[in-house]
T-cell receptor, first 105, second 126 residues
Framework: DIQMTQSPSTLSASVGDRVTITCRAS??????LAWYQQKPGKAPKLLIY???KLERGVPSRFSGSGSGTEFTLTISSLQPDDFATYYC????????FGQGTKVEI | QVQLQESGPGLVRPSETLSLTCAVS?????????WGWIRQPPGKGLEWIGA???????YYNPYLRSRVTILVDTSKNQISLKLTSVTAADTAVYYC???????????????????WGQGTLITVSS
């Protein structure tokens, strides 16, 4: 079974900071990884798919990179609207989400 | 704009079967894509339950496979989820979502989710 390890679980940051979240797979998943943003009481929102492709309508301050087993989501300059929980999802075989990273002030 | 709306009983007794439907509007299921279910226990992370292609091909979380059935009804443009023998651990917000699947090396996978419903809270309690 593929295991996903997302880190950190919580991240404290300020507006304007550069933020990086990491997701590691226990075996290669090529580029079959997506990133989501979730706010309290809301459904997740797709940000990045296939590791590095920006979903239409998502601000360009969000970017994704990586392939194989290590992936990162970067927010180049954190905005007030970006304080949320972020999840990675591998879909190489059956799907599996990471544990989530809460970005807080 | 694709819209999805989950509906269900709200409360299910332990050992019974949970049944949910997801009505899709703004897009015909017959036109393609995969359609899936994801759940989130209160205060916890996301768990992929499974997905179905409009052709009827299904993909299930191996840890839930023995209890899960996902069906598609193209005449009503909706999908459904049945989860048998529920326990308190199945208490969660259940989401349905559209999935962009792909095929590689002769196998197809349900992919990632681009449109989500608002979710419905299901509580398992006597």
């Amino acid at each position: 079974d593929i295991q996903m390890t997302q880190s950190p679980s919580t991240l404290s940051a300020s507006v304007g900071d550069r933020v990086t979240i990491t997701c590691r797979a226990s075996q290669s998943i090529s580029s079959w990884l997506a990133w989501y943003q979730q706010k309290p009481g809301k459904a997740p929102k797709l940000l990045i798919y296939e590791a590095s492709k920006l979903e239409r309508g998502v601000p360009s301050r969000f970017s994704g990179s990586g392939s194989g087993t290590e992936f990162t989501l970067t927010i180049s300059s954190l905005q007030p609207d970006d304080f949320a929980t972020y999840y990675c999802q591998q879909f190489d075989s059956y799907s599996l989400f990471g544990q989530g990273t809460k970005v807080e002030i | 704009q694709v819209q999805l709306q989950e509906s269900g009983p709200g409360l299910v007794r332990p050992s019974e079967t949970l049944s949910l439907t997801c009505a899709v509007s703004g897009y015909s299921i017959n036109d393609g894509y995969y359609w899936g279910w994801i759940r989130q226990p209160p205060g916890k992370g996301l768990e992929w339950i499974g997905a179905i292609h409009y052709s009827g091909a299904t993909y299930y979380n191996p840890y839930l496979r023995s209890r899960v059935t996902i069906l598609v009804d193209t005449s009503k443009n909706q999908i459904s989820l049945k989860l048998t023998s529920v326990t308190a651990a199945d208490t969660a917000v259940y989401y349905c979502a559209r999935s962009r699947g792909y095929c590689s090396d002769g196998s197809c996978y349900s992919g990632y989710f681009d449109f989500w419903g608002q979710g419905t809270l299901i509580t398992v309690s006597s």
